[in-house]
């Protein structure tokens, strides 16, 4: 894996939660996204070569919903940049992690991602990551 791409954080009030991060970083988020997939709303900031990355629920039975009702608001997930996506999967699972998605699937910011369960990862919920190249 290349580095941090970027930290998932899941909030239950999104605009709330900007404001509250362009204050803690000193940076305004710089893109907004909406990810009707995965039913959530994204907001992202730059941290030097990292990314924090706001989820808000679009929907009550989305995975950032089920994941605050749970646990509350908090960190969501780390993802990694890898060069290739489908390479890394095939190597986590020979490794015995267990992939989320069979196949890469188009996430915010023109990524292609694939999360890997937190089970295997001592309850970290893990996303790869590669730039789309379309
Ligand atoms: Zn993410």
Known sequence: MI?????GIAVKDLAAA??????????PCYKRERVESEGVVTAFFQVGPNKIELLESTREDGPIAKAIAKRGEGVHHIAFEVADIRAEMARL????????????KRGADNKLVCFVHPREANGVLIE???EARD
């Open 3 to 7: 580095r941090i791409e970027h930290i």
């Open 93 to 104: 699972t020979a490794e015995g992690f267990t992939l989320l998605n069979a196949e890469p």
């Open 128 to 130: 790869l990551t590669q």
């Open 18 to 27: 900007e404001e509250t991060y362009a204050r803690l970083l000193g940076t």
